[in-house]
């Protein structure tokens, strides 16, 4: 079950908060780290911080885009230190840990997503995750390190995983309704694709957008789209563009 958990570090300004991470990752029992971005790495830095948790660096992926990242994810978590502008799901660590694993034990692929040292995710990083996580640090001193931030969502989501392993539901097989979820890689063509058509039609306006992509995205972030579903908005699209560039409809079995 925690191979299906991805830890994501976006733009890591400081090797050591790496290493640190790593290391708080295998104090837990997850093993999946996935770069973005990453100012340095390999580091010797990452290294010294791990302290035996190089096994975790050595097999870390560093890719270039958040979107890399996510390719077959079907839930992604993401951390966020602030409000925003346009109200999102929101978890706390420990809602966020028995969501992992419940997810994570049908046999989905799950990310835990965490930002940059000094400015978190954006806005448009954040639109990419189903839910946002808090951490409810003392406002008066709220910033938590980056190695610390892992470290408090790794242990929720052991904490979870040892409960579901009493309760026998570590072994319990991946559910064939969740194996057929859209991934997020598949929702992000989806949501190219109806933006596209949005403004071929008028309805959006790309000099004003007004965060209808991002209403949308959470409309559908919410939802349990199934693949068999999302072809079908997929044709529903690609006929609408026909349509707006004046070519007939035809059936498919005409």
Avoid at 25 to 32: A, H, I, V, Y
Avoid at 76 to 90: E, N, Q
Avoid at 144 to 173: D, F, H, I, M, T
Wanted: charged content about 25%.
């Amino acid at each position: 079950m925690l191979q299906n958990i991805r830890v994501v570090l976006v733009g890591t300004t400081h090797p050591g908060n790496i290493g640190g991470a790593a290391r708080a990752m295998k104090n837990m029992g997850l093993s999946r780290l996935v770069l973005v971005d990453p100012r340095i790495f390999p580091s010797p830095d990452a290294d010294a911080r791990a302290s035996g948790a190089t096994d975790i660096l050595e097999g870390a992926q560093v890719v270039a885009t958040l979107e890399e990242a996510l390719v077959g994810c079907r839930l992604v978590l993401g951390t966020s230190a602030r409000d925003r502008s346009l109200p999102w799901p929101m978890l706390d660590p420990r809602a966020s840990g028995e969501k992992v694993i419940e997810q994570a034990g049908e046999g989905a692929e799950v990310a835990l997503v965490f930002g940059r040292e000094h400015a978190g995710l954006t806005n448009e990083e954040l639109q990419r995750c189903h839910f946002h996580v808090h951490i409810p640090s003392d406002p008066v001193f709220s910033s938590l390190n980056l190695a610390a931030a892992v470290q408090v969502l790794s242990y929720e989501v052991r904490v979870a995983w040892l409960a579901a392993a009493e309760q026998g539901e570590a072994s319990k097989p991946a559910s064939a309704h969740n194996a057929e979820l859209a991934t997020m890689d598949e929702m992000e063509g989806f949501y190219t694709h109806l933006e596209a058509t949005l403004v071929a039609i008028g309805f959006l306006d790309p000099e004003k957008p007004r965060h209808l992509m991002a209403r949308l995205r959470r409309l559908y972030g919410r939802s349990e789209v199934e693949r068999s579903e999302l072809s079908i908005l997929r044709g529903v699209l690609t006929e609408t563009q026909k349509a707006a560039r004046g070519e007939p409809y035809k059936r498919k079995d005409q």
